[in-house]
Each structure stands twice: as C-alpha cells, then as structure tokens.
C-alpha cells in the first residue's frame, strides 16, 4: 500500500507441487514408510480414552489399545470431549479462538482469472477471501469436463452469522459474487461441489500464549503428547508440522 516493493513470503511464491495426487502425496509418502513397522487404523471412531496404574486406554471401533504415552493430533476442542481436566483448563480451553472454512469447488466452462494460482478478497461485500485456480498446477488437476476448476473459500467464526447460513445460501452467494466481479460466470458454470471444516486457522488473541501453554502444559504432565496445528493451537503448515513430528519423535 506505501509503494514498497516486497514479495513477502517468498517460500510461498515459489513452489513445486507433485504431478497428480495433489500435496496428500506426502502423506502417501510418509504413510508407506510408517507402514513398514507400524500399524494404522484409517479411519477410527474413538469411544473412550482413559488412563489406569499409569497406562493409557483408547477404545475404539477398531478395538481397544494400551500405551504409556500418547501423541494427540486431534483438535485441543475434540481431544477434550475424551480427556477430564480441572476448570481452570477447562476456561482456558474454552478461551481459545480459531474461524472455521467452507470450500466450494466450481467447475466451469472458462473463466477470467487469467494465468494466476490464487486472488485474495480483502472485501465485506464479497463472501469469499480467496479463491485458487487448481488448472495453475497442471494437467492433471482439472476435470477434463470443464476448461476451469476453482476453489472458493468461505472463512468464518463459529457461532457467526455466515455460521447459521444454510450451505445452499452460502454457495449461491459465492456464485454470485464470482459473477458480478465478472470472474466465472453464472452461464458457464457446470458443476459445484461443497465441503465445511470446523478447524480451518488459529485465531491469536491476547491471551493465546498463556492458555495454549497451560493447556499443553497440563496434558504432558499427565502423558498426552501433542503434535498438528490444532494439537498444538498454533498456525502451521504442513511444512513446521512435519519439522515438529520430527522434534517430537526424538524427543
């Protein structure tokens, strides 16, 4: 806005992506590596999580496992719906604040968003903050039914107004908004798939240091090990995440 030239974060401007697979061909990756001395269970619906003579217990669908330690990638909001704590924990858990995301994919005969990954909307008057161009990356992410295929996203508060919009609202909205910035237009649009995520970004307030502390700090004393943005309440991507599997793995 000042006229200073910068390009911020330029681990992010430039980047290579996998051919075909999208970015969970890491994961595929490291999954194939974990498999050769270790067993996963995909999904699994966790019943119970206790603790007794210094053991923990996990009952789930897929049958009951002991251990001495555990490593928590769930959300702090989840993982405490099976894990008893004091109040004070409990408010400071409470306390912690993030926005949830709706992503609606659209595919669509063409577009006017030229040759660009992704725009950012810094607009009220416009649903979404951003929108990504999955065509950008390549040949092999796009349906071959349609010339453009692009991610909308839709990030909100829980409890908020766009909250208690039904998603049928929600997706004529963006519709509308990519047509009247005249982006994708209504006539050229074929498909549109719709997908919400309660956990999307961490929101840092004043007091997210203290109560992501104590709260991480009272489920290591009891042998919860935590370890994922929402494990640990802090902004990462995938990048830090796997820095932090790391660290925790030696340690």
């Not at 603790?51 to 769930?74: P, R, Y």
């Not at 929600?170 to 009247?180: G, K, P, S």
């Not at 009272?218 to 090990?225: E, M, N, R, V």
């Amino acid at each position: 806005a000042e006229g200073i030239k910068t390009e911020g974060y330029v681990h992010q401007l430039y980047f290579h992506y996998p051919v075909e697979g999208g970015i969970e061909q890491i994961i595929t990756a490291f999954l194939k590596l974990i498999a050769k001395k270790s067993r996963v269970f995909c999904p699994t619906r966790i019943k119970r999580i206790y603790k007794k003579e210094g053991i923990w217990h996990v009952a789930t669908d897929k049958g009951n496992f002991t251990s001495k330690l555990l490593i928590n990638c769930l959300p702090l909001h989840e993982l405490f719906k099976y894990v008893k704590a004091p109040k004070n924990i409990v408010k400071a858990l409470n306390e912690l604040k993030y926005n949830s995301i709706c992503i609606i994919l659209v595919q669509a005969k063409k577009d006017n968003i030229g040759d660009n990954f992704a725009l950012y909307f810094a607009d009220k008057d416009i649903v979404f903050h951003r929108i990504s161009k999955l065509n950008f990356l390549g040949d092999n992410y796009g349906l071959k039914s349609s010339k453009s295929n692009v991610l909308v996203e839709i990030t909100y508060m829980p409890k908020s107004h766009l909250a208690n919009l039904k998603r049928e609202e929600i997706q004529q909205r963006a519709i509308n908004d990519l047509d009247r910035l005249n982006l994708i237009k209504k006539r050229d649009v074929i498909d549109v798939d719709f997908r919400d995520f309660k956990y999307a970004y961490v929101i840092y307030d004043l007091n997210h240091k203290k109560n992501v502390g104590n709260v991480l700090k009272y489920l290591s004393g009891i042998g919860i090990h935590c370890c994922g943005r929402f494990a640990e309440f802090e902004y990462l991507n995938m990048d830090a995440v796997i820095d932090h599997s790391y660290k925790l793995a030696e340690k």
